[in-house]
């Protein structure tokens, strides 16, 4: 088995393991085809269990969850990752290959934040995996950009305020906007 640097992040490097041409899945312990955007999302849970104080459990790969479309249809939509706390789905986060441009992608994930139930707060958008450490997060409500690294994605500290405060609602108008 070897190692491999992904980046540092807040000066401490994010290693990930490799062998026989597959990852080593941080969460689970079991091989994942190595890609350029698996060591992206590999890295991104590196950090999120390290340096943010997410517990394995709370960190959900591919997620999916199906979604209302008009009246009568609904769709299966997936995320890379969504981290839950207290059974409240708190941060989505999609992960794309490198120099696929992520505002083609910033409607699509919003989207699916409002319309999971409940609506998810926060969306952090990366695709930077020579320094790992750019991203879009989002305000799923405002749409607002809050923040464009991956630092500033909440703490479990933080992110465990937001839940306290009870899931969040959309009006009627935003879902419709949504779907």
């Known amino acids: ?72 249809r609904t769709a299966a939509v997936e995320a890379d990752i969504v981290i839950e706390l207290n059974g409240f789905s708190i941060i989505l986060i999609e992960v794309k290959a490198p120099g696929i441009p992520l505002d083609q992608f910033r409607a699509q994930a919003l989207s699916y ?31 607002k950009l809050i923040a464009n690294t991956l630092t500033a994605i909440p703490s479990r500290a933080e992110a465990l305020k937001l839940v306290r405060k009870g899931p969040p609602r959309l009006t009627n108008q935003q879902i419709q906007e949504a779907k």
């Open 1 to 72: 088995m070897s190692e491999i640097i992904a980046k540092k992040i807040e000066g401490e490097e994010i290693k990930l393991k490799v062998e026989d041409g597959y990852l080593i899945d941080c969460l689970t312990g079991g091989q994942i085809k190595d890609s350029l955007e698996e060591r992206i999302v590999q890295a991104l849970i590196s950090f999120l269990l390290d340096n943010r104080g997410y517990r394995p459990g709370e960190i959900k790969r591919k997620k999916r969850w199906r979604i209302q479309i008009g009246r009568n």
């Open 113 to 143: 934040a409002k319309l999971h139930s409940p609506p998810i707060p926060i969306v952090v958008l990366t695709n930077d995996p020579p320094q790992l450490g750019s991203a879009w997060i989002y305000n799923t409500f405002t749409e």
